[in-house]
T-cell receptor, first 107, second 113 residues
Framework: KNEVEQSPQNLTAQEGEFITINCSYS?????LHWLQQHPGGGIVSLFM???GKKKHGRLIATINIQEKHSSLHITASHPRDSAVYIC?????????FGTGTSLTVIP | NAGVTQTPKFRVLKTGQSMTLLCAQD?????MYWYRQDPGMGLRLIHY???????AKGEVPDGYNVSRLKKQNFLLGLESAAPSQTSVYFC????????????FGPGTRLLVL
């Protein structure tokens, strides 16, 4: 049973396209995180959300608590955005991680 | 600031050998974690610590031991390595409550033959 499901698993886009990655979860949460894992393996935190919407540069993250769903949007995608994007939720004193969405942006 | 560092970056072990992975953070974080990442699976928590001198089991603790003798260091030990422990290991730290942003190390790739 996966507490966190991401879609799509893999995504290829042309440079400049608008990209959406989805995350659905089945547990009650106090926080949701979006992480980025670069091809070299390093993981960085992009957003922490408990409600509403956050924006950082070309990245936008939204969450709908009632529907237990979050989306990560990338506007004007660029090849340097190519990475694995991981959704993680914090529930009951532990994190649950999705398996990630692998994004490739082609020039 | 170096953030979170891990040593070594890559290691090959034979079945039955032991080793220790070192994680160090210079952000004065209370919480530290060890995860493993396997293909097709999300990050899974092995052990964690909520402060110096404390440790607790995570989701997949069997075959691993940990110690947090100093606040800045969190050690992960494999006493008798098995091929099932072939994985990429990530250390992370956070300032306080576990729901807060975690800062990850670069990872250690371990191959057990």
């Amino acid at each position: 049973k996966n507490e966190v499901e991401q879609s799509p698993q893999n995504l290829t886009a042309q440079e400049g396209e608008f990209i959406t990655i989805n995350c659905s979860y089945s547990v009650g949460i106090s926080a949701l995180h979006w992480l980025q894992q670069h091809p070299g393996g390093g993981i960085v935190s992009l957003f922490m959300l408990s409600s509403g919407k956050k924006k950082h540069g070309r990245l936008i993250a939204t969450i709908n608590i009632q529907e237990k769903h979050s989306s990560l949007h990338i506007t004007a995608s660029h090849p340097r955005d190519s990475a694995v994007y991981i959704c993680a939720v914090y529930s009951g004193n532990q994190f649950y991680f999705g398996t990630g969405t692998s994004l490739t942006v082609i020039p | 600031n170096a953030g979170v560092t891990q040593t070594p970056k890559f290691r090959v072990l034979k079945t039955g050998q032991s080793m220790t992975l070192l994680c160090a953070q210079d952000m004065n974080h209370e919480y530290m974690y060890w995860y493993r990442q396997d293909p097709g699976m999300g990050l899974r928590l092995i052990h964690y610590s909520v402060g110096e001198g404390t440790t607790a089991k995570g989701e997949v603790p069997d075959g691993y031991n940990v110690s947090r003798l100093k606040k800045q260091n969190f050690l992960l030990g494999l006493e008798s390595a098995a091929p099932s422990q072939t994985s990429v290991y990530f250390c992370a730290s956070s300032y306080s409550t576990r729901g807060q942003t975690q800062y990850f190390g670069p990872g250690t790739r371990l191959l057990v033959l």
